[in-house]
């Protein structure tokens, strides 16, 4: 084994694993297995994955170790294990979206995402737990309980893609695959120190991602830097024919953006809503900080009104569990997954009902009852339609901001990692941690959230949020790499080495 | 639970108290060759569930990809309609909960229909009737449930079911008249009319084989009654899945006298989906709902906008064929005959037969006679459609070409369609095997002249003298003694020939 990664190749970064795989420093299969090993060791404490597939790792890690033995060329992410959300389809690999009423259900069909990572020779580790249905922002949600921050196990790893930026602090993996639907990737990098990113609306195929809300939900990459989100990014990124909203346009060039890392002559926006009352005072000096540092890395930065974006949590809290109601009207234990009553007395609509009772969270619940509600004849205009027009409202909002600036700029979300079982009793409470991240799922744009330090209060990683315009998904990466490689030189070591170890 | 129709007033009581309103909804399977939303195909037949991939299983995590084909002939339906076509549509969800239907919601159209605004006349009653088209909206088809036990066929009561989804995607057009008045006592044949008419249209567009027997074309009759005199519309019945062209008319007929039953009672007409009973002509009740259903429709956010544009429109409109109205009109024309017998040949079926027969050489008006007349009467006696019957339009083309050439005469070829239609074989081998071919040996004609000539000397001096009127009895007697098989023009010919030399 190489010496390279101090003996630890849990430690490295995807891009210096696959360098060095690529190099026959190390293998893919020794990669492999170390991330196993680290699995076995700390998942118990952490609780980051719901189903291991060791054996198809060790296989695909294997045929990347045969590829590269014939002398075929290898990806730049060839050989990297990579955990990937269970809200995406694996051909043959549970698939429960963190819900009871998929238990069991092993897909017949790989997701697009799947594919690609296939495609690229990305090793998958296995299927990471998250809130039921991609709803909730602690991944509390989970039928299969909580996953636990590894910066403080007492505390949440964010939501609902807890478990992908749980794997990645706590060094499983990597790289992860989450899906952004309200900020489901970028609240949980935010609260674990990571690095995750929410691509434009269309940017990467949501073929064989199970829908919670069809025009808000994004997969995306999550990583521990921003070079290795860029490189996953671009693997998994493109037109895909079997998604109808799929964007059929280049991907915007993320990996260069990411080594130009620069953001000199930018005009950058702090977005005035997203700061004073409501938020944690060590997120706003950490911010305001960051923000001080783009300025001195030659950025231009102006403040930025967007006043609909006070809206957009109510226009969210319509629009999401209206589509959620009708995309989660197919789990009726009639066709896979969950069956509760089928006692041969009990009619179909019986069954339905008792299974849906029986396999749905109280969070499923309340938002397919929220979205009924919404969609009901007599009740749509007011509040499904009036949803719509806080839409485009934001997005006027949007489009007036990037007329003037490149990015935008704001905290990720209010709070660092608060407690387990804090808010589970506070529905309101809990939505606010997407509170900043909201408006850029309705406009459809791009956002990543990177960390800019540790809240003096509390030690817990605060992260800084950057939005782009839609296919401008390149100026993310110019800018988070920027601040990541400003602040690495400020602090002598990535914010991530600072996590306790378990 | 179907109602007695002892108790109801007559079809003409009913009639003479209250002024029908029909809305008709068909829905169209599409004859494309893979589905609305995937790449499964459509074959009809299939074992069950091999057709379906994750899309139209809807299973966690798939997608929908709109076929273009279908939109295509969605806005070819829509033209040959005379609709406007939509520069921008959505498709709809409409949520509900059933089993057959694999996303518990079925991906349709709304208040954004791909076409609108159209008419279709249709023939009746010995007039045009403009039935104003409301809408046709694309759409999916549900899986198909079999429920297996209980007493009723339907899902309530069953011991189980089966439900195969082979069907499930397959592109659907739902194409919506709006309300019906003014056909009074003509209505049940109006709606008959207007389904067949439909039919022929969407053939003739070559969208779709339309075959009602297969579930390729299914009606659903709405009806009200209001009193005669009254604008206000009554309380409606939907009755679903009218499977073909007579149970169209017999359900209007059974729901007008239905309601004028409820009405005259002084009773409310509820609101309610039905089912027709193909044995007796009846319908009943289908599921009590103990609140309106509520859809719940949204944009389907899954897809994008259809934007036809309009050049593409334009070059749609220039690939529409002949529609059946302006065929007919042609056709009636060409062959010179009159509104009457055109409806006769209408509703006999017979059109294409003629048209077919007429392209393989046969004279219209030849073709017609055999179709409308023989043949017609065999169908009816046999109560089975014209284009059922065991002989082709070849085979008519090829009896209408041995009389021309001589080869028959008018009895001799009445039974060889005889015989054909007995499975005798071809015109041909029926002539061979019956020995029918027209005498056609002037020498052996000549005898039985002579014959004549001789028996009846009386009647050959007169037709001598330059009066021809006792020729008759003279052919006659010729072609008794040829027992029919002598042309009875080459007869006359050869006759006078003899009598003048």
Redesign the interface.
Known sequence: MSTAFDGDLTRGTAAALAAAIKAGDVTATEVAQAHLDRIAKVDEKVHAFLHIDAEGALAQAAAVDAKRARGEELGPLAGVPLALKDV??MRGVP?T?GSKI?EG?R???D?TVTRKLREADLVILGKTNMDEFAMGSSTENSAYGPTRNPWDLTRIPGGSGGGSSASLAAFEAPLAIGTDTGGSIRQPASVTGTVGVKPTYGGVS??????F???LDQGGPCARTVLDAALLHAAIAGHD?????SIDQPVPDVVAAAQRADVLGMRIGVVKQFDGEGYQAGVLSRFHEAVDLLRELGATVVEVDCPSFDSALSAYYLIAP??C??NL????A???GLRVGDDGVN???EV?ALTREAGFGPEVKRRIMLG?YA???GY?DAY?GSAQQVRTLIIRDFDRAFADVDVLVSPTTPTTAFKIGERVDDPMAMYLADLCTIPTNLAGNAGMSIPVGLAPEDGLPVGLQIIAPAMADDRLYRVGAALETALNTKWGHPLIEEVPSL | MTTSTMSLPTYDEALASYDPVMGLEVHVELGTATKMFCGCPTGFGAEPNTQTC?TC??????????NAVAIESAIRIGLALNCDIAEWCRFA?K?Y?Y?DM????QTSQYDEPIAFNGYLDVEAAGRTWRIEIERAHMEEDTGKSTHVGGATGR??GADY?L?DYNRAGIPLIEIVTKPITGAGEHAPEVAKAYVAELRELIRALGVSEARMELGQMRCDANLSLRPLGTEKFGTRSETKNVNSLRSVERAVTFEIRRHAAVLNAGDKVVQETRHFHENDGTTSPGRVKEEAE?Y???PE????PVAPSREWVQELRGTLPELPGARRKRLQADWGVSDHDMQSILNAGAVDLIVETVSLGAAADQARKWWMGELARRANEDDVDLGALPITPAQVAEVVALTAAGKLNDKLARQVIEGVLAGEGSPEEVVAKRGLAVVSDDGALLAAIDEAIAAFPDAAEKVRGGNQGPAGQLIGAVMKATRGQADAARVRELLLERLSG
């Open positions: 995406f389809t698939t979206c998929l259900w897909p017949p069909y997701a949501r073929y064989g991602l199970v829908a809300s069809s025009s024919p079997l998604d109808s909203t209206s589509e109601s009708s009207a197919r789990f009726d009639m066709r896979y009619g179909v609509e339905m009924t969609l009901s004849s749509y499904y | 994750p299983l809807g299973l966690p995590g798939s997608l929908p990809v709109v969800r949520n909960f089993p694999p996303k518990n919601f899902i309530h079911s439900v509520d719940r429709y949204f956010p899954d897809l994008v």
